[in-house]
């Protein structure tokens, strides 16, 4: 099982290129200017391999839209977020991550079972641990606490946060934790080696940045910087997007229907230029418009 496995690893990381540009055309499912005759599935799921995939929720569902991250390796599998809706009828997202499960093993000749899986969040707001509680009490599951920085910490071995990198093991797949409070205070990012992508939650998107605590945030992005630095980058994935193709025009708030979009996936060239934006911004929390992003200061909380 585990050479089996492991030839897939090499087999997409050869392939990783090209699917990367397939990613940064893909166009989802932007909603229904009316929701009742929307036909579209509850969760938009993107094989980008045998091993990832991304599922988005249903903006007729949930206008939030949230993107979830499902990362699987030898030993386990990490599901990053769970939307915005608990209700299993309207938003199955249990159901549908074990039968991402059950058909993978079958695609790899495996035997069918439901894998170990951890379930961690890009931060503690509700649009992105909604759908925890389909998950409890199911056998091989662990969630990770929500708007609990100590149990953050613990979970991942923390010894100096925020300035410190976690890893997690999920067999021959090692996936970075980087804090990136700001937004939120649990934010974190991941960094996944095996597909070089960069996971950032609500922290860089296409979309309305929302900074809460203006220094945290500032550092957070710094922090990304340096480790973008030091690693290859394919893409920065975030868990929204509310961009339109149009430079600066975001949609508004509550919309169920996005047409247009902009690209989910963003670069290590909107990273630096983010950066740059605050580092002349200084200690003042200022909105400015970047073009396919927007820093939106708001009141703490």
Not at 271 to 281: D, F, R
Request: with cysteine; aromatic share 10%; proline share 4%.
């Amino acid at each position: 099982t585990l050479m089996i496995a492991s030839s897939w690893f090499s087999i997409y990381a050869e392939a990783s290129a090209t699917s990367i540009d397939q990613l940064k055309q893909k166009t989802w499912f932007g909603g229904d200017k009316d929701c009742l005759s929307d036909q579209s599935p509850e969760i938009e799921v993107y094989q980008y391999n045998l091993d990832t995939y991304i599922l988005r929720q249903n903006k007729c569902i949930h206008y939030e839209a949230p993107f979830i991250y499902l990362l699987f390796g030898e030993n386990r599998t990490l599901l990053i977020d769970t939307g915005a809706t608990k209700d299993s009828k309207k938003f199955p997202l249990a159901e549908k991550v074990h039968e991402i499960m059950f058909e993978r093993a079958k695609r790899l000749k495996i035997e069918p079972r439901i894998s170990p899986l951890v379930i961690a969040h890009s931060h503690s707001h509700e649009d992105h641990f909604a759908g925890d509680s389909q998950f409890l009490g199911l056998n091989e599951v662990k969630i990770v606490k929500v708007n609990d920085t100590k149990a953050l910490i613990s979970f991942f071995a923390f010894n100096n946060w925020p300035n410190e990198i976690a890893k997690i093991d999920l067999g021959q797949r090692i996936v970075s934790i980087i804090p990136t409070p700001g937004h939120q205070a649990q934010a974190v990012s991941f960094y996944d080696p095996q597909t070089s992508w960069l996971l950032t939650g609500d922290t860089i998107y296409p979309g309305r940045l929302y900074i809460r605590q203006w220094q945290d945030y500032k550092e957070s992005i710094k922090r990304l910087v340096s480790f973008a630095e030091t690693q290859h980058v394919s893409a920065i994935l975030g868990a929204h997007i509310e961009m339109s193709v149009l430079p600066n025009v975001d949609y508004p708030i509550g919309s169920t229907y996005h047409l247009n979009e902009h690209s989910l996936v963003l670069t290590t060239d909107d990273l630096n230029k983010l950066n740059h934006q605050l580092i002349t911004l200084g200690d003042k929390a200022t909105r400015a418009n970047l073009g396919n992003m927007i820093v939106y200061p708001i009141n703490n909380e």
